[in-house]
């Protein structure tokens, strides 16, 4: 069927049709090539033998254009997104936890690409929202647990994301799409897919979209082009995929209590329109001897301006900046009767820089500031490929992954021109620094492996594998500016996965599963054991452990007339915990102090369920995450120790309660939804002494389709993001945790906002 559509949706919002899947989700490695049609769009993993569920393409494609993909997960139970804009795409505070796990821990591929950990000091892969467009992807897999043993992962401790894109035969004819909304939000879509459904077949797709940010002065805006193909070539077929994405965007100022208390949630960064304020404030740092740097204008004084009372109160400007390539070319084909081979390359290379507009440098030029930026560079290839069979009432598949990541981190200063004029766009990437603090090349190399075996007996089955893998991680400094050069390796050949299914008929199983991950080190100057100093590292290396977890998890499924739903339980041991203890303010930059600090326990019950009537779904879930330290943390780098008595209390940013409900009418014309979330309050220190209260947003949306049955050519959607307009904290953490203290790394959430979505399809 040939379509055409132009789409303006409101931001996180979708209208909840749950279907249970009328066969179980195929595993990650049929996935890419997996039919994503058909009514389903929430799948509670029926047949499977772990906590899965997966999101599918009606769902993703009722988010506002522009939105993350994440957003279409955060429903699903022991997930928590959070992100100071509205749509999940804002990088600096878009985070991740599952079960209590942090996004760092956590495994994402896209089409079995590995996307890294998705972190945004970007060093071994890529945000899913640069990889491709929410409007490509066709399906979502969500595994609470460690996540498929067939993932492109070392470091999903806690669970895997696994994206899927369209195949071309889904989406051939033509679709457009505009938007418009609050903070003069504009996003264009357009894709064209050509072939058969069964022949040659591709799509080309592009984007743009642009906000202004909802407080302060900026922009966050984005541009990507995407491409896909199907080529059969006799039995075997042939696919491509490739996208380049190229974003920008200014940042929020991080808050603390204490700020949002005495400035409120609507404080922001000076710039980039107040540039003399920025002066100024930077001129009373400096004779203060707040900043450490020469004073330059002594007549500014000592005083700041009301209402400001710190240096770090506002910085002039800060940005995000991001351009990405990603290919990939794969290839499947049968080998003989029961088996068949699937093979896949690609090549990925990025650029990036983190700016801030820095009080505690000063430029050549004599202005009280300087550009700071830390910048990126990451060139990686790799390939990955499985061989399964059916060998009686076994379904056996072998795989193995190898990557070459060569990546470049710098910490560079540009100047500002005058004391009259800037003279640089934090929105376009810096040339010319007037000073290199440090910058340093890594290398890192993974081999991967792994065996499962899924047995059929009847009603049961029953899954038996394990994989493993060697990860060698080098830093060569070109300028060390006292940052670490050395080598580590993490290498872990067994780790076993098991489990069973029982299909007791009726629309009832259960389900109970044992898996053991252990998570490479990381290749940064700003995270990780390489963040330290020389000195640090080289005391630390003979006793580093690799993070390494154990999940034990059960439950049961139900399926009958119009409910379908999860029951489960869990249970987590995560031990080597690596801790990494920033040494300053997140401007500075210091280098931090690191250290294994023990063990985490994690338990909890997940529910989640959907009833339809008619036209009527009500959807909910609910998690009860028990998360907590089991020993304290004693830094050996001070002198005596230093003891902080975490033994006992709750992981930071892992809410005890997290509740979703809504309540959807579609009667294939006319639909409305209300949906809210709810999270229980978030822990920002490690003794538990500071927090974040628990909040409830509530999205509204509404439309109508024109049209009967396949024939619906044009849609109309009206959505309001945080119906009641609540004052939140969205993100905590955004500049890591402290042990004990107020600490600026909160971001505000985003008020309500009013989104209009048009849409056709040919």
Do not use: C
Not at 175 to 191: E, I, Q, W
Not at 201 to 228: C, E, H, L, N, P
Not at 276 to 300: E, F, H
Not at 494 to 509: K, M, R, T, W
Request: no cysteine; hydrophobic share 35%.
């Amino acid at each position: 069927m040939r379509r055409f559509s132009v789409l303006l949706l409101s931001s996180a919002a979708f209208l909840p049709q749950i279907a249970e899947a009328e066969e179980a989700p195929k595993p990650a490695t049929e996935a890419a090539e997996a039919d994503v049609g058909g009514e389903e769009i929430v799948v509670f993993g029926r047949g499977q033998s772990r906590q899965v569920q997966e999101v599918r393409a009606a769902e993703i494609a009722l988010l506002v254009p522009g939105t993350s993909p994440l957003r279409a997960i955060e429903k699903l139970p022991s997930v928590n997104i959070q992100s100071a804009d509205p749509f999940g795409a804002y990088e600096w505070s878009t985070r991740v936890t599952i079960r209590g796990f942090n996004q760092n821990q956590l495994g994402f591929n896209l089409d079995g690409i590995p996307l890294g950990d998705m972190t945004y000091g970007n060093h071994n892969g890529l945000h899913i929202s640069r990889a491709a467009s929410g409007d490509n992807i066709g399906r979502t897999v969500v595994s609470q647990g460690a996540g498929s043993i067939t993932a492109q992962s070392t470091n999903n401790l806690g669970g895997t994301l696994e994206f899927f894109t369209f195949d071309p035969a889904d989406v051939l004819g033509v679709t457009g799409s505009a938007t418009y909304g609050t903070s003069d939000t504009l996003r264009g879509f357009v894709r064209v897919g050509v072939g058969t459904e069964d022949g040659a077949r591709g799509f080309v797709s592009a984007q743009y979209g642009t906000a202004d940010k909802w407080k302060g002065d900026g922009q966050q805006r984005q541009w990507m082009i995407s491409a896909k193909g199907v080529l059969p070539l006799g039995a075997a077929t042939l696919d491509v995929y490739a996208t380049h994405s190229d974003r920008a965007e200014q940042d929020y100022q991080d808050l603390s209590l204490e700020m949002i208390q005495r400035l409120g949630y609507d404080w922001d960064n000076f710039g980039p329109s107040n540039y003399a304020l920025a002066l100024q404030v930077a001129d009373i740092g400096a004779n203060r001897g707040d900043s450490g740097t020469t004073p330059l204008n002594p007549a500014a004084g000592t005083i700041y301006p009301a209402p400001i009372a710190s240096l770090d109160d506002a910085y002039y400007d800060a940005s995000g900046l991001r351009r990405d390539t990603l290919a990939a070319l794969g290839v499947s084909a049968p080998l003989g009767e029961t088996a068949k081979l699937k093979l896949k390359g690609y090549y990925h290379h990025n650029e990036g820089q983190g700016t801030w507009a820095t009080p505690y440098v000063n430029s050549p030029t004599g202005v009280p500031m300087a550009v700071r930026t830390t910048e990126y560079q990451i060139n990686r290839y790799g390939v990955f490929g499985s061989v399964e069979a059916d060998l009686a009432f076994n379904h056996l598949t072998v795989g193995g992954w190898f990557e070459n990541n060569d990546f470049n981190q710098a910490r560079r200063f540009y100047a500002f021109a005058s004391r009259t004029n800037a003279g640089v766009d934090l929105l376009k990437f810096q040339r010319g620094p007037f000073f290199t603090q440090w910058d340093v090349d890594f290398h890192t190399k993974t081999i991967q492996y792994f065996v499962q075996d899924e047995i059929t007996l009847g009603n049961a089955k029953i899954n038996l594998g394990w994989k493993g893998f060697k990860v060698d991680n080098s830093a060569t400094p070109i300028i060390a500016g006292g940052r670490t050069a050395g080598t580590l390796s993490a290498e872990d050949w067994f780790q076993p996965h098991a489990g069973v299914n029982y299909d007791f008929g009726g629309g009832v199983e259960a389900f109970a599963g044992f898996t053991s991950v252990t998570r490479a080190y990381v290749s940064s100057t700003t995270s990780g054991p390489f963040s330290s100093t020389q000195t640090g590292f080289d005391a630390i290396k003979p006793l580093l452990k690799p993070e390494a977890s154990d999940t034990y998890e059960a439950g049961l499924r139900l399926g009958s007339g119009g409910f379908h739903g999860v029951l489960a339980a869990y249970y987590v041991n995560f031990r080597n915990r690596l801790l990494t203890i920033p040494t300053s303010v997140g401007i500075v930059g210091a280098a931090n102090a690191l250290q294994n600090v023990g063990s985490v326990r994690a338990q909890g019950i997940e529910a989640s369920g959907e009833y339809k009537m008619g036209p009527w779904t009500l959807f909910g879930s609910y998690s009860y995450n028990d998360n907590t330290y089991r020993n304290d943390v004693v830094i050996t780098t001070t002198t005596p120790a230093t003891v902080i008595p975490t033994n006992g209390k709750t992981v930071v940013d892992s809410p005890r309660h997290l509740a979703h409900g809504e309540v959807a009418y579609d009667d294939g014309n006319r639909f409305i939804r209300l949906a809210a979330t709810y999270m229980s309050k978030r822990y920002f220190t490690y003794t538990n002494d500071k927090w974040v209260d628990g909040r409830t947003l509530v999205d509204l949306a509404m439309g109508y389709r024109f049209g009967d049955g396949d024939k619906q050519p044009f849609e109309v959607q009206f959505n309001i993001t945080n119906l009641f307009d609540l004052k939140h904290v969205s993100t905590i953490g955004s500049n890591g945790f402290g042990n004990s203290g107020d600490n600026q790394t909160l971001l505000a959430g985003a008020p309500r906002q009013f989104f209009v979505t048009l849409k056709a399809q040919y």
